[in-house]
């Protein structure tokens, strides 16, 4: 499946012709394998059969020094499910020809935060410029296949780097990216299901340190807080918190000149830059509010109680959704 999130870009970027995909670049896959046609005469360009039970995940990206590719990630078949594919195979998307593979193997580094967990993973890609240079990062999600873990990497082809950026217990997938603190840089914004809070949704902004595209010492990757004992990242974990079971955070949409985020789906919800509900008028400063959710969200975890989540002292500390 092709995959799309929301982006706030440091300043609006126009996309020259040269990087939009040529209009026979359209490609889709079926249970027999891999397809592109040509849009204009519905030719055939190329197929690549799947063989077993292989699955693939695919972004179309615009990747400097090869211009517009097909970045895919198959996965190794295993019985009726698949395990985690660890190669990015980067192809031109009119040939399949190779013209490069990343190693994925550092998402062992997140495998190892769910040692009770085999490695049957699925794989989502996504395309996105991090850093506003006109050439894409590719974001790789990893989400378990029957249970709950879930892990994110971003390769950086400038570099080339690949870093573990975010760790889950619940499907958690890329959303978008903003500068929420006013650093210049963009944060990366996660959401999904966190399975052991009664469903409820978790949605985390990820501070990325170092910047993409910058060199230097990778920290570890953040984690959501209900991951029981081990931590929760704080130094690259910019924010997390939890919001109504009902929120399906279908998409994202960031509206920079408020400063807020809005999750669409079957019901509508919004956040500021900090995580919080935009409408919510306590008392608390900043700080205050940020202190007590992290004191709540520690009390659930430990007592697994997601009711204290709908106590009144929880005000303002869960989104809600309208």
């Not at 063989?51 to 097909?70: D, M, N, Q, R």
């Not at 971003?154 to 780097?161: A, D, N, Q, S, T």
């Not at 959401?191 to 920290?219: C, F, H, Q, T």
Request: charged share 25%; proline share 7%; glycine share 8%.
């Amino acid at each position: 499946m092709l995959a799309t999130a929301a982006i706030w870009l440091l300043d609006p970027i126009k996309i020259p012709e040269e990087r939009r995909p040529p209009v026979y670049n359209f490609v889709f896959e079926s249970e027999e394998g891999l397809y592109a046609n040509d849009l204009e005469t519905g030719d055939p360009l190329w197929q690549e059969p799947l063989k077993g039970t292989t699955k693939t995940s695919y972004a179309e990206a615009h990747i400097a020094g090869f211009g517009t590719v097909l970045a895919v990630v198959f996965e190794e078949p295993d019985f009726d499910l698949s395990r985690a594919g660890k190669t990015l195979s980067l192809l031109d998307p009119t040939t399949l020809e190779s013209y490069d593979e990343v190693s994925l193997d550092r998402v062992e580094q997140c495998f190892k935060v769910f040692p009770d967990y085999s490695e049957f993973y699925r794989t989502r890609l996504y395309a996105v410029d991090l850093d506003g240079d006109r050439s894409d990062e590719i974001v790789i999600t990893y989400t378990h296949a029957p249970n709950l873990p879930a892990c994110s990497l971003i390769y950086e082809p400038k570099l080339p780097r690949v870093r573990p950026v975010y760790a889950s217990l619940g499907h958690h997938y890329f959303q978008g990216a903003a500068d929420l603190d006013d650093d210049g840089h963009l944060e990366v914004i996660f959401g999904g299901i966190s399975n052991r809070v009664s469903w409820y949704r978790g949605i985390a902004a990820v501070d990325l340190e170092p910047a993409v595209g910058r060199p230097g010492k990778v920290l570890p990757p953040a984690r959501a807080p209900d991951l029981d004992g081990r931590g929760s990242a704080e130094e690259t974990l910019l924010w997390f918190t939890y919001t109504e079971p009902d929120c399906t955070l279908d998409c994202l949409h960031i509206d920079a000149l408020r400063g807020r985020l809005e999750f669409r789906g079957s019901r509508k919800l919004f956040l500021d830059r900090h995580g919080f509900q935009p409408s919510w008028s306590g008392a608390w400063n900043m700080d205050e509010r940020q202190e007590a959710r992290k004191r709540v969200y520690a009390e659930v975890r430990t007592e697994r109680r997601a009711a204290l989540l709908t106590q009144k002292r929880c005000q303002g500390l869960v989104g809600r959704t309208s």
